[in-house]
Antibody, heavy 121, light 106 residues
Framework: QITLKEAGPTLVKPTQTLTLTCTFSGFSLSTSGVGVSWIRQPPGKALEWLAVIYWNDDKRYSPSLKSRLTITKDTSKSQVVLTMTNMDPVDTGTYYC?????????????WGQGTLVTVSS | DIPMTQSPSSLSASVGDKVTITCRAGQTVSSFLNWYQQKPGKAPRLLIYAVSNLHSGVPSRFSGSGSGTDFTLTISGLQPEDFATYYCQQTYTTYTFGQGTKLEIK
């Protein structure tokens, strides 16, 4: 059974850096084709894909947020970390991590429950 | 980024109806088009991948079609549990989502 869980602060101040950790089980990030993506969703709005890291350390970022994002992995701990700099109130929302299958049409099969991040002073 | 445009943004339908949601890509995404269902307060759930392939456990009343830039999700015989928001996503290059289509009970 695959599970993913997001963890991080629920409240950050404007201009601060957000660090989120996705801890997963049931798969390995050393397996060919496997990746972990981050997706966010402002309250009442659409999903927005942010970044992905693959088993081979290939990383892709949303072009509009690339300058603010860094994604890393710790395969031994089954964790993926996303950092987002210079947080703004418009970054408020639920942040999800999900397992991505690169060689299966990039589908996002298993998702975490999401973690709500509020940006406010 | 490849923009993905869904229509309609919302629609009302009744149990038993057939509904179609469309998704248009700003450029070709080949067959790298997936559909997700999201219910309030829950994470999205994969429905269809590669345009028309039903994910495991998804009822056969869901179907997908299209190619290149134009795609559709069809639900034949709406059930009460189908009222939700639906998103398309292209995974051809980076991975953009559509803006969502909210399916409400009439």
């Amino acid at each position: 059974q695959i599970t993913l869980k997001e963890a991080g602060p629920t409240l950050v101040k404007p201009t601060q850096t957000l660090t989120l950790t996705c801890t997963f089980s049931g798969f390995s990030l050393s397996t060919s084709g496997v990746g972990v993506s981050w997706i966010r969703q402002p309250p009442g709005k659409a999903l927005e894909w942010l970044a992905v890291i693959y088993w081979n350390d290939d990383k892709r970022y949303s072009p509009s947020l690339k300058s603010r994002l860094t994604i890393t992995k710790d395969t031994s701990k089954s964790q993926v970390v996303l950092t987002m700099t210079n947080m703004d109130p418009v970054d408020t929302g639920t942040y999800y991590c999900a397992q991505q299958e690169r060689y299966n049409w990039g589908r996002l099969v298993d998702w975490g429950q999401g973690t709500l991040v509020t940006v406010s002073s | 980024d490849i923009p993905m445009t869904q229509s309609p943004s919302s629609l009302s339908a009744s149990v038993g109806d057939k509904v179609t949601i469309t998704c248009r890509a700003g450029q070709t995404v080949s067959s790298f088009l997936n559909w997700y269902q999201q219910k309030p307060g829950k994470a999205p759930r994969l429905l269809i991948y590669a345009v028309s392939n039903l994910h495991s456990g998804v009822p056969s009343r869901f179907s997908g079609s299209g190619s290149g830039t134009d795609f559709t999700l069809t639900i034949s015989g709406l059930q009460p549990e189908d009222f939700a928001t639906y998103y398309c996503q292209q995974t051809y290059t980076t991975y953009t989502f559509g803006q969502g289509t909210k399916l409400e009970i009439k």
